[in-house]
Each structure stands twice: as C-alpha cells, then as structure tokens.
C-alpha cells in the first residue's frame, strides 16, 4: 500500500510538467450554473473546482483519462476523455441529485431515520477525525469580496477608495494562494505559501491562510471574530441536544448509498448550523455538507455565511476534503458585501516523510518571491479560473498601483483626503498621510486636548505624532507634547522618540525628555477626561500631579520563541504641585470633597522636590507561541499557554543626584483561555514586593491602580472599586489577582428577547493583599456587547478598616 501511494503521488505530482488544459463548462439541465463544481481525475489525487461562471480548468498531459464531475446536491458524472497534445473541452451537465425515501410506518412512537444515521456518523466520528496520522498536500485559495452599496461617510470621514470609479458596486478584494500544508498528529501543522496575489497590492501578501475546516471535530472553530466559542459540529458527541434532523433521501454514488440529512437548530440563538449534510451508508463518514450560519447563530460581523465541503476517496479507505467554499456576507455601518472564498486540496501524499524540526514555531511561512510572481505564471497554473470582472479587477489595479507609484500622483490624492472634518477636530482626531513618503501625522481631538484640574485649571495637552517607515520592519516615530495650565500658568513641553526595526522579532529604542505633567502612580490610572467631569460636576479631584524635569530611554528586544526583553533607565528631577483652581459648577455641598494635591489618604503633606534615577529590566515569555513568518517580518499569533513577565527595578541611590534607594520585584502570570461554548476566562496573577525600601518616594510605592469614578478601568489590571492610593505600600510582600468570565452568550441565549440583542453576561473578582491589615476585595457582574461595545458592571467592593462599597462601572469594549 505504501509503495501504490508514493506510486500515485509522483505520478499525480509529475503530471503537471508537461499538462495541457482540459477546459469546460458545467450547468444543469435547465442551462443554469453550477458554481464551484468539483472535478476530479477518477483514481487519482488530481482535482480542480469550477469557478462561480461554472468554468474550470484541469492541466493534464496528453492521455486518456476518466473524468468526475460533482456538486453538491446534484448527481456524480463520469466522461471518459482523450486529451490530445492541443488540449480538450469538456463540458459537463448534472442532473438533481435524485433521493429515494425510505418507507416509514407513521405512528406516535415513529423516528425519523435521520436519527440513526446520525447516531452512527457521531460513533464513527473520533475514528474519521484520527484517522490519517499524517499528510500534506497542494492548496489553492481565491477570495474576492465584493461591495453592493456603501456609505458616502463614516464618522465624518468621505469614504474614497481612490480608484476612479463612483458606482456604488465595486470588487474591494481579489487574492489568489498557492501553498503546501503539512499535518502530523496530534495537531502539528504548517503551510508554506509559494505563491500569493493581491490585487492592487504588489508588495502585499493577502490574509488567505491554508487551514482546514473539519466537521469532524466536535467544535469548529472558524474565526474568533465570528463567535469566539465555536461552532457545533451536526455529528459532535452532543449534537443530538442541540440539533433535530430529518431524513430527505438518499441516492447511489460508485456503489455506496449516500444519504442526505437536513440539520436544523433545536434552538435560536445557538451557535448552530442549519442546512444539510450528506453521510455515507454503512461507513458512516462524511460526503459533503451545505450549512448555513446566520446571525440567530449568535454570529458577530457577518450576516450569513455559508459553507460548502465535499470530501473525495484518496484511497479505498481514506476520504478527504476536496473543495470548501465559503459565502460571507456582511451589512455593518452601511457597507453591504458580499463574497467567495474557494479552498481546493489536491496531490495529497498521505505517507509524508518530515525531516527533523520541521514542525516548530512557525506555522505559515511566506517564501521570499512568493508575491513576486508574473500574470503569466498565474495564467499556467490557475485551478479556478477567473471571472471576467476579477480578469478586469486584476487589469485595473494593477495598471492604478503603478500610476500610484509617480509621488505626483499620490501627492494629488493625499492632498484630496487630507482635509480637516468637524467630527475629527472635536471627537476622533484625524490622521493626514503623505504616501510618497510613507510618513502619517496624527492630531488627537479637542474632547482629548482640552480639559480640567484643580492644579492647572483649565488646560491644553497637545501631542500630535509624525511617523515614517523605511522598509517593512523599520521605522521611525516623533509625539512632541505641549501642555499649558491657564491657572497656574505653567507650561510644559517634551518630545518622545521611537526606532522600530528587527526581522525576526520586534525590537525597538524610544528615547524622551523634557518637563511633563505626571500622574503620582506614573502608570496614570486617573483618565484626565472622566477627571474633568467629576471634579466640575461632583468636586472629587481624584487626579493627583506633579511636574518633573525628566529623561528616559527603553530598549524591547524580541528574542523570539515567544520571549521579549525590556530595558528601562529614568530620570525624573520631580516638582511638587498645589491647588490652584476651585472652579465647581455643581452642589455647593460637594465643594467640600475637594482634597489636596496629594494622597491624604497616605501621606499628611506634599512630598518636597527631589531627584530620581531608576533603572529595570522586564522579561516576558509565552512558551509555545506560534509566528507567521514574512519575508521581512514576524506576525505573533500567541499561544495556548500563558505569559510569565518578570520585572526587577532599582531605585540608584546618589547617581546624578538621585535621592532613591530601593529594590522591587514583581512576578506576574496572565492568559485567556477559550472554554468554547463556556466563554473565554480570563486572569491575571501577580506577587511582588520590596526588596530594599530604605528611600522611597511616594511616586516608587507599589500602587494598585485603583479606581472612583463611573467609567471603567483596564479589567485586568485593576480594580474597580478601590481608592487610588489608600492602600499603596513599600511591604516586602503583595500577591494581586483578576479573574473575568465572559459567558459570550452562554445563558443569555435562552433568555426570550434578551437572545435577540445578542448581549452577554461577565463576572469576575479582583483583589490584592498585603497583609492582614491591608487587604481589599471585590466581585461584579454584568452585561456586555450592548450596541457590541458597551459594558456594564455591577461591583461589590470589600477591605480592611470595614471598607465597604458598591457602585455601577460603565465600560467599553477598548479595555477589554
């Protein structure tokens, strides 16, 4: 047997040197087409898939072959073929695939037939899911998305794609792939692009990545930005809960009987498919599936997307997928599209032989010319062929790339685009690009530049940032800032400095200095917009600044294999700040929670100007994290273990003047894990402490980012309910700890109503110690999702002294 497989394969993998095209056309017999049709040379690896005109194209030298023809719901063709040194054409026309019904006795306790099909394919299913140990195989992706109407604007941004074409319907995407895909059990995989195309995008390698989608696993997992906890399989260990089935025929395919099932969802609002899967008879295997996700599958961004698989013998006993096509379709903030993405195995080679370390770390790997292919190498090789307006698309954009080469050009673009809008002045800031210079400059927007403190008044903080790349993993980035208080009349300038570059990991230098307004817990848990409203309308300064001359340089290197370094060293000569302002405009009772520039909950005065010199180093690491490799870059795609992070800083004593002395630690362990149907826990662990804390100033105590104000901080690191700086400590020791569950619509899915707005619960706990006089703790709950950014959270705070509160938290999907 292995000797007849490695026969097939050199034969299947040599064929193509000297092939000549076997083209046609496959409809039905009402004349209509048949979309991405498979066809397949009978006992062999060789295969291709018609394109959405129901054309296809097969490279086969010249010979006498028997050609298969298959679509779902449509019968098997055969046509033997002589293909002459000129090539042949052969056209296909499929009959509806004819069911016959089984007799069935009606009665109360009556079955469907389904069900015991059903049964027998979920018994057989961990056999078909491990079945091949090994393989690899050839694979071809094309991907178009197409526009049908889009929005004039979007939050007050002119929507232009610059290609000289105002119809509303337009092909935004066309990508073609071609690569290879290894798999070795258990769950070790790798795909090597050899060729990739993007319209439009010479130097751009396209998201079509080679990966199978199988129904043999219990849960399939699609893309988490569709529904993070998966899909479920119509024959997964439990798909007789969540699924009803009916029988609607079956029909003979090459002697075996092939029934096909219609799968439809118990339940609305399930992650579940609906439409049909067809199962072999007696094997108990798959055949192909038609199904269907909608947004009652409890989808995110896509409307529907449809999927179609048709698996092939290999061998007599070994079935694998042939074709798998996707249908997304999309309608989010105006924009409608509409799309295909065609997947074609082929060649497989089910005895592989893999040199040693093969399979690491790198699981798609871009060779370096794999973008630089000519039109006619595609032309040669193509198993799908093109659409007449993809052929236009291609012409098109490609001819455009190179009219935006001339800097003129893309000089007379940016001038059109680069044009200040009302939204973007007062709520979401605006970037203006030069593309013949690869460079952006970025403002914030006057709701970030403009706001309010007892220390400044009113003030300005503008930080506008110019960046520029040269090359794909360099470049460079400049954020001036200026900050004027119009009460104390204090102003404050600095520039910060970053080189990005590495090729094998990021590495990066940023340098600043100058005189900067800085939070007393420098990690700035107090959002000075949320601040400016509390302290106007409520009179909590919650804020707490001082100013400081200061310089400072960091150095991250990627090291890879999921490990990162951080250098730090700072300077800081630290001035202390008073109250300036007592401008309130709400309850004159509140004027009285006013409190000074300092945290009287922990010191009883301003601290005086002293100097300081710090220096750390943080080391993280994500063992098993997986990369995609480019030509000239790293893409880091995580991994299923957690991140370890060790930081070590000292406090240099009489360098420069400093006027600290001190050593902290701090070990911390952070990850999310994805329980699928359950949700996504996620937590963050951490102990640390002093080592040394014989000169510590008040900004080097370990602060617990608190929070006491109604917007929400960063979940994870933390904690909701508790004072800013109540609770700061230099102790030897602390542990800290978050945990959330996000339901992602487990529960709330069987709630009436409440399942339509696709809204879903959280939990969690945060807390921290110090010891048994200095501790705090808090449990919330709540809703996240509405209108698919919003949270809220309901949080019961606990801590030492009979500490004691509970309040709202409103949240938004950027901290999450």
């Not at 993405?341 to 032989?353: A, D, E, I, K």
């Not at 600290?660 to 963050?684: A, E, P, Q, T």
Request: net charge positive.
């Amino acid at each position: 047997m292995k000797k007849l497989l490695s026969l097939l394969f050199s034969i299947s993998a040599g064929m193509y040197t000297m092939a000549v095209p076997v083209k046609g056309t496959i409809k039905d017999f009402a004349g209509n087409i048949l979309a991405f049709a498979s066809i397949v040379v009978k006992g062999s690896f060789i295969g291709t898939t018609a394109n959405n005109e129901g054309k296809y194209v097969l490279n086969l030298p010249a010979g006498r072959y028997t050609l298969q023809c298959m679509h779902v719901g449509y019968k098997m063709a055969e046509k033997e073929v002589m293909v002459e040194p000129a090539g042949a054409t052969v056209d296909f026309v499929l009959s509806i695939q004819e069911l016959t019904l089984r007799e069935i006795v009606i009665g109360n306790e009556t079955e469907d037939p389904a069900y015991e099909i059903i049964r027998q394919a979920i018994k057989k299913r961990p056999f078909y899911k491990s079945q091949v140990k090994a393989f690899e195989c050839e694979v071809y992706i094309k991907g178009q998305l197409k526009l049908k109407d889009y929005p004039s604007t979007i939050f007050g941004q002119k929507v232009d794609f610059s290609d000289g074409d105002s119809s509303k319907q337009k092909m935004i995407y066309l990508s073609e792939t071609i690569a290879k895909y290894s798999f070795q059990d258990p769950g070790k995989e790798k795909a090597v692009v050899t060729s990739t195309r993007v319209s439009g995008q010479a130097e751009s390698f396209g998201f079509s990545s080679p990966r199978f989608v199988t129904f043999y696993d219990n849960n399939i997992q699609i893309s988490n930005a569709l529904n993070p906890r998966g899909f479920i399989s119509p024959v997964a260990d439990n798909a007789l809960s969540f699924y009803k089935y009916r029988f609607r025929g079956s029909f003979q395919e090459n002697g075996r009987t092939i029934s096909r099932i219609q799968v439809i969802p118990k339940r609305s609002f399930e992650p579940l498919f609906s439409g049909y899967i067809s199962i072999v008879e007696d094997e108990w295997r798959i055949h192909s599936v038609d199904l269907m996700l909608t947004k009652e599958s409890q989808m995110e961004l896509a409307d529907t997307l449809r999927i179609e698989h048709l698996y092939v013998p290999v061998t007599k006993d070994v079935w694998m997928i042939h074709s798998q096509v996707l249908y997304p379709s999309v309608k989010l903030l105006g924009f409608d599209a509409t799309g295909s993405f065609v997947t074609v195995y082929s060649n497989y080679n089910l005895q592989p032989s893999f040199r040693k370390g093969y399979f690491d770390n790198i699981v798609l790997q871009y060779d370096s010319a794999s973008n630089k292919k000519p039109r006619a190498f595609w032309d040669s090789v193509r198993p799908v062929p093109l659409l007449d307006d993809e052929v236009l698309d291609y012409i098109k954009k490609d001819s455009l790339e190179l009219v935006r080469r001339d800097p003129e050009y893309l000089d007379s673009i940016d001038r059109r685009k680069n044009k200040l809008t009302p939204g973007g002045v007062l709520l979401f800031g605006q970037t203006f690009s030069r593309q013949s210079k690869k460079s952006l400059f970025t403002y914030p927007p006057l709701i970030e530049v403009t706001n309010f403190n007892t220390v400044e008044g009113f003030n300005i903080n503008f930080s506008p940032s110019y960046s520029r790349r040269f090359a794909e993993t360099q470049s460079v980035a400049l954020t001036p800032a200026i900050r004027y208080g119009f009460t104390n009349k204090h102003l404050n300038a600095d520039l910060s400095a970053r080189y990005a570059f590495g090729k094998r990991g990021h590495h990066s230098i940023s340098i600043a200095g100058g005189k900067r307004v800085f939070q007393i817990n420098n990690e700035a848990p107090v959002r000075p917009i949320v601040n400016t409203y509390n302290t106007l309308l409520f009179g909590n300064n919650f804020l707490k600044i001082y100013e400081a001359l200061f310089s400072e340089l960091s150095y991250i290197r990627g090291v890879g294999e999921g490990l990162t370094i951080k250098a730090y060293i700072s300077y800081q000569d630290r001035i202390p700040l008073e109250n300036t302002d007592n401008t309130f405009w709400g309850k004159s009772k509140n004027l009285s929670k006013r409190t000074p520039n300092y945290p009287t909950e922990l010191v009883a005065e301003n601290f005086s100007r002293h100097q300081a010199l710090t220096g750390s180093i943080t080391v993280s690491y994500r063992p098993g994290t997986k990369y995609i490799q480019l030509p000239e870059r790293r893409i880091n795609l995580g991994s299923k273990y957690p991140l370890f992070t060790a930081s070590y800083t000292k406090g240099l004593n009489g360098v420069l003047g400093s006027d600290i002395d001190f050593d902290r630690w701090k070990f911390s362990v952070k990850d999310d894990i994805n329980l699928k149907l359950l949700g996504v826990f996620d937590y963050n662990i951490s102990v640390g402490g002093f080592l040394n804390n014989r000169k510590v100033e008040i900004q080097d105590y370990q602060h617990f980012n608190g929070n006491q104000m109604l917007v929400a901080t960063e979940y994870l690191n933390s904690f909701q309910l508790a004072p800013y700086y109540a609770r700061s400590t230099t102790e030897p020791l602390y542990s800290t700890l978050n945990v959330e569950h996000h339901f992602n619509g487990f529960l709330t899915n069987k709630i009436p109503f409440v399942k339509k707005l696709n809204v879903y619960l959280v939990g969690g706990f945060n807390a921290f110690v110090v010891h048994k006089d200095n501790y705090y703790y808090e449990v919330f709950g709540g809703i996240e999702n509405i209108l698919k950014f919003l949270r809220v959270d309901y949080v019961f705070g606990f801590g030492s002294n009979g500490f004691r509160n509970s309040a709202t938290r409103i949240g938004f999907r950027v901290f999450n």
